[in-house]
């Protein structure tokens, strides 16, 4: 037997497995062999450095290492860690404690070697079938990749056409203002003739009115001072302003002297002149007709018969004047022939009231004032609306919509996804919601924030959750190949998380990477 056969017998005592490529004892990984090289001394130091125990010491079933590294093969250490090669699936690391337990935990069947248990290798399989998958996933990765190039070209169209609708806006907006000077001034022009018209027309019409007015007033004071006149003498004195219980002025249920004469401006009494022209003016409004009714005790000084001078005297007695109580306001039953008659002079006083029509002439300014008027509106409401239309494209313009734009594609676009209690939308770089699947308000989740990093959004500002922050959404993206919201959850309280994929996400960079499927043996 030559050194190195002698070797190889030393270390299959040890349960070392020897290939052709790399010498390792059992359950230690390729990227760890060199750690449990043997050295000259023969001896292996644990991996934390705790101690150095002689290498047969290694996988001898006993745990010599306070981290486990010199049980790599058995489940002697409580902490040891046993590696699954898998040659032809993915490598694994288990804990020791399961290395012939009994259960095939590795696809090769290499943690139980003692034989308590026939395991099947699989890992052929397995690995066909995770390499199907990777496959599969690269597959709709450049897929993805592929209309993402389709979206930034899309993006960049759509760009250059909204860069291009502002040029545009801006030419006819300033076109707009040359042409609304113009139209300003012809309005102004055109208003100078129709308001001099209408003014000469209303005030005509104006005085008309006043003048009506004041016949009417004063038929109406002659018809006061003439019920008002008691006795008939010409006058309107104290006395006969007293049963006018609407001269309280204090409110105690009659009309004393003082407030009489207060009403006749000091008068003990006036004339039918001094009435009109002074009195009337002030108790109009409150005056009421006197009509009869049951006595009632209205005493004005005591007269005396005429005597040869034909004016009253006062008499030692009082005398009754005339019952009379004042005319029942509106709404009474009380002389209904009076109150038509009230009605028919009111309806013909509106009708009186009512300015007549525009001659021909200032109608025919009116009508062409109101062409300039309208010429003008329509331009300025233009003017406005092109302003609205290019705020609207600089705000699309001006967001960010990712590596090379290709999410410009999302917006204007919604997306929903329902769980069992709400629909939640999401449309991009504008706003998301939730909807309660029984019907009733949507919530708004927030409004289009930022990018927190080049895969996830943040809305936010939304409705206030009662005691608690303005809701808000972290929106995590990841390439798919199609735009779809695939999940919406709620971490904490009113704080929201939706799931999101798209073709967009399908950069380079996030292809998946093949899983290692280990060749090592
Ligand atoms: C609503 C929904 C929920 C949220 C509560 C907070 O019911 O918006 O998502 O947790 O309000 O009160």
């Known amino acids: ?55 047969e010491h290694l996988n001898d079933d006993y745990c010599d290492c306070a981290d486990g590294s010199d049980e790599p ?181 009659i009309v004393s002297e003082e407030e009489a004469k207060e009403h006749l401006e000091d008068h003990e009494k006036v004339d039918y002149e001094e009435f009109s022209s002074k009195i009337w003016g002030n108790i109009h409004s409150i005056y009421k007709k006197l009509v009869p009714d049951e006595p009632q005790q209205v005493t004005p000084p005591p007269v005396e018969p005429q005597g040869d001078t034909g004016v009253p005297v006062p008499t030692e007695e009082p005398q009754a004047t005339p019952h009379l109580t004042p005319l029942p306001d509106e709404g009474d039953d009380f002389d209904d022939e009076d109150d038509e008659d009230d009605d028919d002079d009111e309806e013909e006083s509106a009708e009186e009231d009512k300015m007549p029509e525009y001659d ?61 209690e709400y629909t939640y939308k999401l449309c991009p770089f504008s706003t998301a919601s939730q909807r309660p699947k029984s019907g009733g308000h949507e919530t708004n989740l927030g409004r289009w924030g930022r990018w927190e990093n080049d895969k996830t959004q943040v809305y936010d500002h939304g409705q206030n959750c009662w005691n608690g922050p303005d809701r808000s959404v972290k929106i995590h993206i990841t390439c798919g190949p199609d735009h779809q919201l695939t999940n919406a959850y709620e971490p904490s309280r009113c704080e929201y998380a939706f799931d999101f994929i798209t073709p967009c996400a399908c950069d380079q960079h996030s292809q998946p990477q093949v899983k290692n499927l280990h060749e090592e043996l």
């Open 73 to 253: 093969g058995t489940s002697a250490c409580t902490n040891g860690r046993f590696h699954c090669t898998n040659a032809g699936y993915t490598p694994k690391n288990i804990q020791s404690s399961r290395v012939n337990d009994g259960v095939c935990d590795c696809c090769d069947g290499s943690d139980e070697y003692e034989g308590k248990i026939e395991c099947v290798n699989n890992c052929k399989e397995l690995g066909k079938k995770l390499r199907e998958e990777q496959d599969e996933k690269r597959r709709l990765h450049e897929e993805g990749f592929k209309k993402r190039e389709g979206f930034i070209a899309e993006a960049s169209t759509l760009m250059e056409g909204k860069k291009l609708k502002i040029k545009e806006l801006e030419t006819e907006k300033a076109e707009i203002q040359e042409k609304l000077k113009e139209l300003e001034a012809r309005k102004t022009e055109a208003e100078g003739p129709e308001k001099e018209a209408k003014d000469k027309h209303e005030q005509a019409w104006k005085e008309q009115k006043d003048a009506r007015e004041k016949e009417r007033q004063a038929g109406k004071a002659r018809e006061a001072f003439d019920d008002l006149d008691l006795n008939k003498d010409g006058f309107v004195d104290v006395f006969e302003i007293i049963p006018h219980l609407e001269f309280d002025i204090d409110s105690n249920g």
């Open 360 to 420: 021909e002439e200032t109608k025919a300014l009116i009508a062409a004032a109101d062409e300039a008027r309208k010429n003008y509106e329509e331009a300025d409401k233009r003017s406005r609306d092109i302003d609205g239309e290019i705020t609207t494209l600089t705000s699309y313009l001006n967001t960010d919509y990712g590596k090379d734009q290709a999410y410009a594609v999302l917006r204007d676009n919604c997306y929903e996804y329902t769980d069992r």
């Open 1 to 55: 037997m030559d050194e190195y056969m002698y070797f190889v017998c030393f270390l299959l005592v040890l349960g070392v497995r020897v290939n052709a490529e790399i010498e390792r004892p059992r359950g230690v990984s390729i990227s760890m062999a060199s750690k449990y090289e043997p050295n000259d001394k023969q001896t292996f130091q644990c991996l934390d450095g705790s101690a150095q125990i002689p290498y």
